[in-house]
């Protein structure tokens, strides 16, 4: 009996793997389709000022719309578009579509300080050989403003490079900015990270939600904060969903905030309308700020 049920769990085991196996094919094959079938989307999540409680920008965050799917998140796609190097390609789609709709946001809801998009950069597309060119080629065919342009990279990204610094440098001279992505649970070597022309340090999700805990999360925020202001940096507090962090990041002096408290990211006809209206969160952040004085 202990036989029979020792196979049929192999089975089921096998069963399962093999079941992995196939779907993943399934995807990577129909990935490579889906650029030529126009099945990626762009949607945009704002970028709040916790000074003004104004949006200040956008993350540019791509979708699949699989025509049998529906709607994947990217975690289900990126790391298989990583592998198989289809990441290039779709990444240079996701940089063009993005500034143009920059340029267009610009034109259309034109600001005091123009808005701002932020665009994914994976590792594997800030190693490759032409990165710059390609950067700079997109920049002149989209003819969008390139101190709008923020590039965001994460901490491995940059520190498996031995490189880095000069390609840092080397899209810092085209004129666009460079964000550090999910601060905080990567490997940075604070040295390096000192050399680095990094404009703004992006605060992991996982600290802020772990702000409502208090002690010594609120610590290792506020230990952030002042790494980024010393080395001359931006701070953004990245999923933000209760005000009670909204009210702990601007106590803690940190810029700019994102996260569902604000929007989840919208398509962009909802970001356009988004635009167009007053958010009710907009009060609540002022009134914090003017606490605070
Ligand atoms: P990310 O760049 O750190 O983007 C933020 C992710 O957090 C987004 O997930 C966003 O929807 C989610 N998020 C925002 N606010 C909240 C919140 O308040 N709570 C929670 N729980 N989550 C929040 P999304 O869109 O699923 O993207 C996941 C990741 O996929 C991104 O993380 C980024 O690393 C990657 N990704 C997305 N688009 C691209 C792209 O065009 N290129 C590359 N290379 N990677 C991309
Ligand atoms: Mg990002
Ligand atoms: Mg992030
Ligand atoms: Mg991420």
């Not at 939600?209 to 208090?214: C, E, P, T, W």
Request: hydrophobic share 40%; glycine share 6%.
């Amino acid at each position: 009996r202990a036989k029979a049920l020792g196979k049929a769990r192999y089975c089921l085991f096998n069963k399962t793997m093999h079941q992995i196996a196939v779907s993943r094919l399934r995807l990577e094959t129909d990935l490579r389709r889906a650029l030529e079938r126009q099945e990626l989307r762009l949607h945009y999540q704002p970028l709040v000022s916790l000074k003004t409680g104004e949006i200040t920008g956008f993350e540019a965050l791509v979708r699949w719309e699989h025509p049998e799917q529906g709607l994947i998140s990217p975690d289900q796609f990126i790391p298989v578009a990583e592998e198989t190097g289809l990441i290039n390609p779709i990444g240079w789609w996701v940089l063009r579509e993005a500034c143009l709709k920059l340029r267009i946001w610009q034109l259309t809801f034109p600001r005091k300080i123009p808005l701002t998009m932020s665009v994914n950069l994976s590792g594997k597309q800030f190693a490759q050989p032409g990165l710059i060119e390609q950067v700079d080629l997109i920049l002149r065919e989209t003819g969008c403003d390139r101190n709008s342009l923020k590039l965001e990279l994460t901490e491995s990204a940059i520190m498996d490079h031995s490189d880095a610094n000069s390609i840092l440098e080397n899209l810092r001279a085209l004129g666009v900015k460079l964000d550090i992505d999910d601060f905080g649970i990567g490997y940075s070597s604070l040295d390096r990270l000192y050399q680095f022309p990094i404009n703004t340090l992006k605060i992991d999700k996982s600290f802020v939600s772990r702000l409502d805990a208090g002690g010594r999360n609120v610590e290792i925020v506020k230990a952030i904060v002042t790494l980024a202001h010393t080395l001359g940096m931006n701070v953004v507090g990245e999923g933000v969903e209760s005000s009670y962090q909204l009210t702990q990041l601007q106590a803690l002096n940190c810029e700019f905030a994102q996260g569902y408290f604000f929007s989840r990211p919208l398509d962009s006809k909802a970001t356009e309308a988004l635009l167009t209206s007053q958010p009710k969160w907009f009060c609540q952040v002022k009134t914090e700020e003017k606490s605070q004085l």
